[in-house]
């Protein structure tokens, strides 16, 4: 891959410079070049591809390239370039650079692309070469692993088991195992599967993604090739996906609960009762509730009822139901938590104006969940 020597100051561009090297004197760019995106949207959005070709080692560039590198039709790398060119910052200056090592077409617009072994990549529009921008770190590691690529790497989708933030690297621990052939089997055996069969992997994500994904919930990534090796191992990601809707339909919510509570303190007894409240048909798990290290445990327990809703949307709908439900009735009312598509209805003893006394448990276990 050819080499980039980019000077931004004059010292350093007089202390030594390379002959086949060529100097651009780059003025302030204009409110019309604040960006290199040429934003031409393609009659089809299906339709837009990215056309990656190498430039010939001793070219000067009159738009002549050695090979059609790669042709990206998947709309995540796709947009892997898009968001690259359009987060691009101009360089101001005097820049001293060589030949562009390739060029990429984004539907009908032609952008030159410097890249080597610096940390992070150039830019510029064919027509407009003289203007140049520079692309972030992490947008730059994307683009050099896809440039490594022979050919276009295809996603794998999995389940979201775990999150975590260590140092400043946001991570997701993703299962694999789980679609196609394993389609019928029960989330709890997939998750058991994936830890058996080393089929699971930590994946750094953008803070963005990190947010919007749940544990349980569906995802698509390309990741890179290399990985730190750990177990399970830690792999860069460079697209990610989220795939609608969250898995509800089994015990994992349940299990992911009660080990939050379990965290707190709190012991969970399964229980069976007369006349549950089914919400919008649902019909939750109820449980008794009571401190882990509690030795003299009353013969009274407090309780706790867990819905999973196939959305939030039906969760609101639930709830909504629960009102019409009581609403001419003289009781007890729970404390309720709502966590994403899973409510929690603590079944308290005493008056709602006052801290019950589990409170601060379920307090703190609904934030981390809240997290995951």
């Not at 561009?13 to 060529?22: F, K, M």
Request: negative net charge; proline residues 4%; aromatic residues 8%.
């Amino acid at each position: 891959m050819r080499s980039i020597i980019l000077i931004l100051s004059v010292a350093v561009l007089l202390a030594g410079c390379r002959t086949e090297s060529t100097t651009v004197n780059l003025e302030q760019p204009s409110l019309k070049q604040t960006t290199i995106w040429a934003n031409e949207p393609p009659a089809d959005p299906k339709s837009e591809e990215v056309i990656i070709s190498r430039l010939e080692d001793d070219s000067d560039h009159q738009g002549e390239a050695d090979s059609t590198l790669l042709k990206l039709t998947d709309t995540d790398l796709v947009n892997v370039f898009k968001t690259a060119f359009q987060e691009a910052e101009p360089i101001h200056g005097v820049v001293k650079s060589k030949a562009p090592s390739h060029m990429v077409l984004i539907n009908k617009t032609e952008y030159d692309l410097w890249i080597d072994d610096g940390k992070t990549g150039t830019i510029a529009r064919a027509e407009e070469s003289h203007t140049l921008y520079s692309m972030s770190l992490t947008t730059t590691l994307k683009i050099k692993e896809i440039l490594s690529w022979s050919v276009p790497q295809k996603p794998v989708q999995g389940l979201v088991m775990d999150k975590k933030i260590h140092d400043d690297s946001l991570r997701i621990l993703v299962a694999t195992n789980w679609t196609g052939h394993t389609q019928n089997i029960s989330m709890d055996d997939r998750i058991k599967k994936s830890y058996k069969t080393n089929e699971h992997a930590w994946y750094t994500v953008s803070q963005e993604f990190y947010v919007q994904a749940h544990v349980g919930q569906q995802v698509s990534i390309i990741a890179a090739a290399q990985q730190l090796e750990s177990n399970p191992p830690i792999r860069f990601s460079i697209t990610a996906r989220l795939i609608e809707p969250l898995i509800n339909k089994s015990s994992f919510y349940l299990k992911l609960v009660e080990e939050e509570l379990n965290k707190q303190q709190l012991l969970l007894i399964s229980i069976d009762i007369e006349n549950e409240w089914v919400l919008e048909g649902i019909t939750p798990s109820r449980y008794t509730v009571d401190h882990i290290k509690n030795d003299n445990k009353s013969a009274i327990h407090e309780q706790l009822s867990i819905y999973v809703f196939n959305s939030e949307e039906h969760l609101e709908a639930g709830l909504d139901d629960f009102h019409k439900q009581t609403a001419l009735m003289d009781m007890l009312y729970p404390r309720i938590y709502k966590i994403n598509n899973v409510m929690l209805f603590y079944w308290a003893r005493g008056d709602m104006d006052k801290q019950a006394i589990f409170g601060p448990s379920f307090d703190k276990a609904a934030e981390q969940l809240l997290l995951k």
